[in-house]
């Protein structure tokens, strides 16, 4: 089964993780300096905040579906591709905190969405910042 990938941008992380985890009932799966997320079963959500000092708190930062594997990756860039959709390849990247593997594509009104499995859910260190941009 894959899960929808919902990543904002937050004014406050303490205060959103305060909230989310009330929402959801759960603690998140993974912490690091201006960043969390949630691994939720249900619902299946992956959700992920990205703490944003520029005061864009409250701001869709892009969404995504997560699958889990490599191979399902490459079908959907050539499903997505074999449809028109422009696409960006990114293979073995780290980003959130974690190696992926993904396909990005925009929607008309320029909401990015990407399709992507982690291959490697730690690759930098507990402190060590993730790199700039990346989500």
Not at 61 to 87: C, I, K, Q, Y
Not at 109 to 121: C, S
Request: glycine residues 8%; negative net charge.
């Amino acid at each position: 089964m894959s899960r929808v990938q919902l990543a904002l941008n937050v004014t406050d992380l303490e205060s959103a993780v305060g909230f989310y985890t009330k929402l959801f009932d759960a603690e998140p799966s993974k912490r690091r300096p201006g960043y969390a997320n949630w691994a939720l079963e249900n619902p299946p959500l992956k959700l992920v905040l990205l703490e944003s000092p520029e005061g864009t708190g409250g701001t869709l930062n892009h969404l995504g579906v997560e699958v889990f594997s490599t191979d399902e990756v490459a079908a959907a860039t050539a499903r997505l591709a074999d449809d028109g959709l422009p696409t960006d390849v990114e293979e073995n990247t780290t980003c959130c905190y974690a190696t992926q593997d993904k396909v990005w594509v925009t929607d008309p009104d320029g909401a990015r969405w990407e399709v992507y499995t982690i291959t490697d859910d730690n690759p930098v260190p507990v402190g060590a910042v993730c790199s700039p941009g990346c989500c």
